[in-house]
């Protein structure tokens, strides 16, 4: 026989008939008595599994039941002396020799399918229990076992989640008071002389984000999802427009002097890249989490508007 050491929705010892080789993630059991063949359908009745619940180690985090060898030992399971007679052992293992043919369900679905409903009377008939009385307390209470397993090991994960969510949330809002705490400099005001601005010229822009298009013949296109289109007379004057774009604004102002307004979009991503170091380099030192540490600092960037540097 056959013991998984780790049990999950599926109860079921196998009888390994054909001495196939044992890994370190099972145990093997022998029967050295005349009574193998029943001993081995005693096993797998619902009774034993309930036992084998009982009895096994739970991992809360997975929600999977875990049978080593001292839990196989004190595992109960009812002797084949036991049996009041020879055609009480027959009966049984004929109903167990159908079973077997059949790939085990879940234990939820198990124990509606008849053939193990017939096998399982037959057990607690043998050991004087009355099935009618007593089959569906023990599978009631199995299911109700095992579904507590598994719902306590997602509550558990889920309580992690929320934890860890919550740490990562106070880690980045402390991050933001150590290094934004009057939030980043603003485009274009924080980059260009005020003068360049009043020399601009006005550009109509929709609600939605804009970002850059085709370059063609020295023209740059801004575009958005939705369909605008515009045709900037530079790649630093379209970079000007998505960056100087503010929410729920229709228009832009983008300064005539091509110089500054280069200048500008060069210099705002030298402090784009700049600050997206810093803040990797400030949540790196605290968790020591490389890809943790690159999400939390593109989750800044998004909550302040910002463009990807």
């Known amino acids: 026989m056959v013991v998984n050491r780790f049990v999950g929705e599926r109860f079921f010892f196998p009888v390994n008939r054909h001495g196939v080789m044992i890994s370190d993630t099972f145990f093997e059991i022998k029967f050295l008595d005349e009574g193998a063949n029943v001993e081995s359908a005693l096993l797998n009745s ?10 096994g180690r739970i991992t809360w985090t997975q929600g999977v039941l875990y049978l080593y060898g001292p839990e196989i030992n004190d595992l109960l399971i009812p002797k084949s ?3 009041p007679d020879d055609d009480a052992a027959s009966r049984i293992e004929e109903a167990f020799d159908k079973l077997i043919k059949r790939p085990i369900k879940p234990i939820f679905e198990e124990v509606k399918q008849k053939d193990r409903q017939k ?8 050991l004087g229990l009355d099935p009618k009385q007593y089959l569906k307390p023990i599978y009631d209470s199995l299911c109700g076992l095992v579904q507590e397993r598994i719902d306590l090991a997602k509550m558990r994960k889920t309580v992690k989640q929320v934890k860890r969510k919550r740490d990562v949330q106070k ?3 402390q ?7 009057n939030g980043p400099k603003r485009f274009p005001e924080d980059f260009i002389d005020s003068k360049y601005l009043k020399e601009s ?3 109509p822009i929709p609600k939605e984000p804009l970002k850059l298009g085709k370059y063609f013949m020295g023209r740059q296109e801004v575009i958005s999802d939705e369909g605008f289109r515009y045709q900037a007379e530079s790649v630093g004057q379209a970079k000007f427009i998505i960056y100087a774009k503010k929410e729920n604004s229709f228009i832009t102002r983008v300064p005539k002097d091509k110089n500054s307004l280069n200048k500008a979009a060069l210099d705002y991503e030298y402090y784009l890249r700049k600050l997206k ?3 990797f380099a400030t949540i790196f030192k605290r968790t020591a989490d490389h890809k943790l540490a690159d999400t939390i600092a593109d ?3 998004v909550e302040f508007g910002l463009p990807k540097a």
């Open 81 to 83: 002396e036991a049996l």
């Open 119 to 126: 096998m399982d009377s037959l057990v607690l008939e043998a």
């Open 299 to 301: 989750q800044i960037f």
């Open 277 to 279: 170091d810093k803040l």
């Open 175 to 181: 991050v933001i008071e150590e290094i934004l705490p």
């Open 171 to 173: 880690l980045k809002e």
């Open 46 to 55: 619902t009774l034993v599994y309930l036992f084998a619940e009982l009895t």
């Open 201 to 203: 010229m006005e550009i």
